[in-house]
């Protein structure tokens, strides 16, 4: 079945700077990636998704790429900010399943320090 | 609009004793999903509820956990003889039909302690 692996698991950056999280998937036939960001105590929260059938996407301060033959996609977020700071996760919908259930990664902790 | 709501909002719970989770998804939102997610894990998919077609229950850990959806609407995950490791946060999610949208949207989660 899909795996989806996620790095860094922490990440540190500063007010201003960029952050980058990278994440791999096994199943090549899978073909929608939802990025989620995740506050203590809440929900996860989409952000931002991208499809199989596009390289790149962009809202503002964050993007997220796509690369079908290496099997890997990387959130983006510029010019960070403390509200910022979250557990980040990226997920992956296996094509060949019955269900559209979601495969997560096990989530980058992000500090952005001001 | 309102998005999902769970309740409770947290529950403690005695080992042994039966726990019932409440999920109410988006209305229009044919789709509904239960994930856990343990400490220092990923979400981790536990059933999906599709319409009225029958569930994919394949993530379910054992068979001390069953979910029902009434009316294609609310769902309830039910645990029962709860055992220590099944701490964890419990999160529902619902789309729209399959072709209409893969987006899902999660609920505030249920924080489930047994003691």
Do not use: M
């Not at chain 2, 989770?21 to 599709?50: K, M, N, V």
């Amino acid at each position: 079945g899909e795996n989806v692996e996620q790095h860094p698991s922490t990440l540190s950056v500063q007010e201003g700077d960029s952050a980058v999280i990278k994440c791999t998937y096994s199943d090549s036939a899978s073909n929608y990636f939802p990025w989620y960001k995740q506050e203590l105590g809440k929900g996860p929260q989409l952000i931002i998704d991208i499809r199989s059938n596009v390289g790149e996407k962009k809202d503002q301060r964050i993007a997220v790429t796509l690369n079908k033959t290496a099997k890997h996609f990387s959130l983006h977020i510029t010019e960070t900010q403390p509200e910022d700071s979250a557990v980040y996760f990226c997920a992956a919908i296996p094509a060949n399943q019955a269900g559209t259930a979601l495969i997560f990664g096990k989530g980058t902790t992000l500090s952005v320090s001001s | 609009g309102a998005g999902v709501s769970q309740s409770p909002s947290n529950k403690v719970t005695e080992k042994g004793k039966d726990v019932e989770l409440r999920c109410d998804p988006i209305s229009g939102h044919t789709a509904l999903y239960w994930y856990r997610q343990s400490l220092g894990q990923g979400l981790e998919f536990l059933i999906y509820f599709q319409g009225n077609s029958a569930p994919d229950k394949s993530g379910l850990p054992s068979d001390r956990f069953s979910a029902e959806r009434t009316g294609g609407s609310v769902s309830t995950l039910t645990i029962q003889r709860t055992q220590q490791e099944d701490s964890a946060v419990y999160l529902c999610a619902s789309s729209l039909p399959p072709g209409q949208g893969a987006e899902q949207y999660f609920g505030p989660g249920t924080r489930l302690t047994v003691t």
